[in-house]
């Protein structure tokens, strides 16, 4: 079974740092890309950014909202993903939630398995 | 970046329903289109990839179709755990914006 599992989220001030990590089990993680998406409260879901495989070069995209801020990792031989958030904005506040990627030839890309989130508070 | 836009925002319906939800790009971006639902407190579920394949497990009442610039999600029999926001993907090209969301209401 796909498991996917957020953590490190918390209450951090303006201007602050936080890492999120996503531990993944129960498929190849190295074989996947993996995305992060945001959702603050009351709000829509928003793409962050894309981890890709070690094939791919391990190669990142990110949203343009957090670019230059944000910076999307892994490492494969802990089955995980990070995302390291730096200058944190009171809208940064969210549930942050990672996500495996399918993809196929003339399919795009999707995410079929999600973590169950972990909220990021920034706040003074 | 592409920008994906839903209609309607919400809409209120009755169990047994058909209902739409469109969204529209503002670029072509072929079928490369993802539609997930989502209920309060829950991460998204996957429900159609690629315009119209439906994800293994989800029911049959649900479909897409389009392509181009223009897309839609039909649920063809509304039932009570239906109700939920519904949200469409784009995956052609980097940012994989989505779009704002229809909230499907009793």
């Known amino acids: 079974e796909v498991q996917l599992v957020e953590s490190g989220g918390g209450l951090v001030q303006p201007g602050g740092y936080l890492r999120l990590s996503c531990a993944a089990s129960g498929f190849s993680f190295s074989d996947h890309y993996m995305d992060w998406v945001r959702q603050a409260p009351g709000k829509g879901l928003e793409w962050i950014g894309r981890?890709?495989?070690?094939?791919?070069?391990?190669?990142?995209d990110h949203g343009s909202s957090v670019k230059g801020r944000f910076t999307i990792s892994r490492d494969d031989s802990k089955n995980s993903l990070y995302l390291e958030m730096n200058s944190l904005k009171a809208e940064d506040t969210a549930v942050y939630y990672c996500?495996?990627?399918?993809?196929?030839?003339?399919?795009?890309?999707?995410?079929?398995?999600w973590g169950q989130g972990t909220l990021v508070t920034v706040s003074s | 970046d592409i920008q994906m836009t839903q209609s309607p925002s919400s809409l209120s319906a009755s169990v047994g329903d058909r209902v739409t939800i469109t969204c529209r790009s503002s670029?072509?971006?072929?079928?490369?289109i993802n539609w997930y639902q989502q209920k309060p407190g829950k991460a998204p579920n996957l429900l159609i990839y690629a315009a119209s394949s439906l994800q293994s497990g989800v029911p049959s009442r649900f479909s897409g179709s389009g392509s181009g610039t223009d897309f839609t999600l039909t649920i063809s029999s509304l039932q009570p755990e239906d109700f939920a926001t519904y949200y469409c993907q784009q995956s052609y090209s980097s940012p994989r914006t989505f779009g704002q969301g229809t909230k499907v209401e009793i």
């Open positions: 670029q072509t971006i072929s079928t490369y």
């Open positions: 981890s890709r495989n070690k094939a791919n070069s391990y190669a990142t």
């Open positions: 996500g495996r990627v399918r993809r196929g030839y003339d399919l795009g890309s999707y995410v079929d398995s």
